[in-house]
C-alpha cells in the first residue's frame, strides 16, 4: 500500500504519506454496547505535525478538537444554534445579580473508573487559568474567583464570579474548557470522560481510540475510533474514495460538486467565517485609513463566487452572522474603489507593498488570497503572497505577519471577543487592544438589563465595523464527506457539539 500511495501521490506531505500508508483497513466485528454495528471508523483531518498535543486544554486545531471531544467532556457545549446545551453539567442555576452560579454534576466516570467530581472540575479550571499557562479558555475562565468558589458536594461546584455575568453558561462550553481528572499533569495517556477512551498515539500521524462502553450518555456504536492527518484536500479525498478512510473532514465546495454522488456529503450552512486579519499593532495596519481602504476594495462577492460558488454568503467584517448579538443594523459594506484610493493616498501607502501570508493549511485559502492579491492592486497597492508552513501556520499567525489569511467556526459573540479581541485575549491575531472596548465589554456581559447588554454588543461592533483588524469577507457552509457506508454525521458549524461528534456514527 505505501508503494500505492507514492504513485497516485495521494499526501503533499512525507509525514502524511507515512500516516494513510499505514492504514489498515477498517474493521467489521465488534459489537456496540448501543446496538450498533461496531467496527472502526478512519476519520482524517488535516494536522498540525509536531506542534500537535493531546492535552484538551492546548487543544487549537480542528483535529485536536475533534479528538479532545471523543476522549473529554465539558460541562457544556454549544448546540446547532450556537446556544450553550448541558452536558457533564445536568443544570445550572444562577443567583439573582449572575455572581454565583451552582452547577450539578450528572452522574459520570473518567475511563479509569473514577466518577466525575466537583473536585475534578474545580481542578481543571485551576489549571486552565494558571498565570504561568496561556490555554485557550484561560481568558474565558478568568471571571471566575476560583479561591472562593466550592465544591458543596462530589456533584454540586458553586461558582463565585469576580463580576455579574448574565451568559455564564457560555464560559462553561468555552472552547477547551474540558474536565480531565483532578492531578492530571501527562497527557501521554489521556484519561478523560468521553465517549472513547485512549489506545494509542503516533505524533503527528495517527490517534486511536476505543469505545467507552460506560459513557453517561451511551456507549458510541463504533468499536474503534482512528484520527489520521493529511494537510492536503485532495489527499483526504482521495483516501476516502480508495477506501482508505471513511470520514474526510473540510472540502472546498468545489471538491465536493466534482464528487456529488459518489460519496456522502454532509453540509452545514453559514458554519466558518472566511476573513483576512490585519494586524493593528504594525505597520501598515496600524493606520486605520488603510485598514478602511481594505475594507472598501474588497469585493466579497467575486470571493464568495469564486471560493465557495453555491456554498456561502459574503460578511460584513464581523463575526457570527446571524447568532445572538449579532449587529445585521449595521449597513453591509459595498466595495467603493474611488474612496479605498483615497483612502490609501491619504495613509501614503501609494504602490506600498502588502504581503499577505496564506497557506494549504485551510481549505481555500490559497484560493482566497489569490484573489484578494488581485483586488489589491486594483485599487492601486502592490500584492505578494507569502506561503506559510501548513503545519505551525495558526500559531505562527498570531505573531508573525501584518495581514494573514483567517478562519474560524462557530462559538458565541461574547466567547469571539473574549478569546480574540480584548487586551489579555491568547489568541488575538489582530492584535486588536483597546481599554474601551474591554470596558464595553464588561457592560455586555455584567448588566442585568438586556437592553444594556444589547447596546454595548452594538457599540463593540460598530467599533471592530469601523477601525477594526478583522476583514470578514464571507461564511462558507462548512462540508464533510462520508463513505455511504457511514450513517450518523450531523450536519453542524464546526466547533458546536454535533460537529465531528463520532459517538452516535454507525458503520454499515
Wanted: hydrophobic share 40%; glycine share 8%.
Amino acid at each position: 500500500m505505501r508503494d500505492h500511495l507514492s504513485r497516485r501521490g495521494f499526501l503533499g506531505l512525507t509525514a502524511g504519506a507515512a500516516v494513510l500508508a499505514g492504514c489498515g483497513t477498517a474493521s467489521s466485528g465488534g459489537s456496540s454496547g448501543s446496538g450498533g454495528s461496531g467496527g472502526r471508523l478512519r476519520a482524517v483531518f488535516a494536522g498540525g505535525g509536531a506542534t500537535e498535543v493531546l492535552d484538551p486544554h492546548l487543544a487549537n486545531l480542528f483535529n485536536e478538537a475533534a479528538r479532545a471531544k471523543a476522549l473529554y467532556d465539558k460541562l457544556a457545549d454549544l448546540g446547532s444554534d450556537v446556544s450553550p446545551q448541558p452536558r457533564l453539567a445536568e443544570k445550572w442555576e444562577p443567583n439573582t445579580g449572575f455572581t454565583l452560579w451552582r452547577i450539578t454534576l450528572r452522574q459520570a466516570r473518567f475511563h479509569d473508573g473514577r466518577p466525575v467530581r466537583a473536585q475534578d472540575v474545580l481542578a481543571s479550571y485551576a489549571r486552565i487559568t494558571d498565570p504561568g499557562k496561556t490555554f485557550r479558555a484561560k481568558s474565558s475562565l478568568a471571571l471566575i474567583d476560583l479561591p472562593n468558589s466550592r465544591a458543596v458536594d462530589d456533584r454540586t461546584v458553586e461558582f463565585r464570579l469576580k463580576r455579574p455575568f448574565a451568559e455564564f453558561p457560555n464560559v462553561l462550553a468555552a472552547f477547551g474548557a474540558y474536565i480531565v481528572p483532578e492531578g492530571t499533569v501527562d497527557f501521554s495517556r489521556p484519561v478523560g470522560s468521553g465517549p472513547f477512551s485512549f489506545v494509542s498515539w503516533q505524533p503527528g500521524r495517527s490517534v486511536l481510540l476505543r469505545r467507552n462502553p460506560d459513557y453517561w450518555e451511551g456507549a458510541p456504536y463504533l468499536e474503534e475510533l482512528e484520527f489520521l492527518i493529511a494537510n492536503e484536500e485532495s489527499a483526504r479525498v482521495n483516501a476516502l474514495m480508495s477506501g482508505q478512510v471513511e470520514y474526510a473532514h473540510d472540502l472546498t465546495p468545489a471538491t465536493a460538486r466534482q464528487h456529488e454522488g459518489r460519496v456522502t456529503l454532509v453540509r452545514a450552512p453559514n458554519s466558518a467565517m472566511q476573513a483576512f486579519a490585519m494586524k493593528v499593532d504594525r505597520p501598515p495596519f496600524d493606520d486605520r485609513d488603510l485598514r478602511e481602504a481594505l475594507f472598501l476594495l474588497t469585493d466579497r462577492q467575486q470571493l464568495v463566487d469564486t471560493v465557495m460558488p453555491g456554498a456561502g454568503q459574503i460578511g460584513n467584517d464581523l463575526f457570527g452572522k446571524g447568532y445572538e448579538h449579532y449587529a445585521s443594523s449595521i449597513p453591509q459594506r459595498a466595495p467603493d474603489l474611488d474612496k479605498a484610493r483615497a483612502l490609501i493616498r491619504k495613509a501614503g501607502a501609494d504602490g506600498l507593498t502588502v504581503e499577505l501570508t496564506t497557506s494549504t493549511a485551510a481549505a481555500g485559502f490559497v484560493e482566497a488570497a489569490a484573489v484578494f492579491a488581485d483586488q489589491l492592486r486594483a485599487a492601486g497597492l502592490k500584492a505578494t503572497i507569502v506561503n506559510g508552513s501548513k503545519d505551525t501556520y495558526w500559531s505562527d499567525i498570531l505573531t508573525k505577519g501584518s495581514i494573514t489569511s483567517f478562519r474560524s467556526g462557530a462559538m458565541p459573540i461574547e466567547t469571539h471577543i473574549a478569546q480574540r479581541l480584548l487586551s489579555a485575549s491568547t489568541t488575538n491575531a489582530t492584535k486588536w487592544a483597546r481599554p474601551e472596548f474591554d470596558a464595553l465589554y464588561e457592560t455586555a456581559v455584567s448588566a442585568r438589563n438586556a437592553a444594556d447588554r444589547e447596546a454595548a454588543y452594538l457599540k463593540m461592533q460598530q467599533l471592530l465595523h469601523a477601525e477594526g483588524g478583522l476583514l470578514v469577507w464571507g461564511f462558507a457552509d462548512w462540508i464533510v464527506a462520508t463513505s455511504p457506508k457511514v450513517s450518523g454525521v450531523r450536519a453542524a458549524p464546526a466547533n458546536t457539539l454535533d460537529w465531528a461528534r463520532f459517538d452516535k456514527v454507525k458503520l454499515a
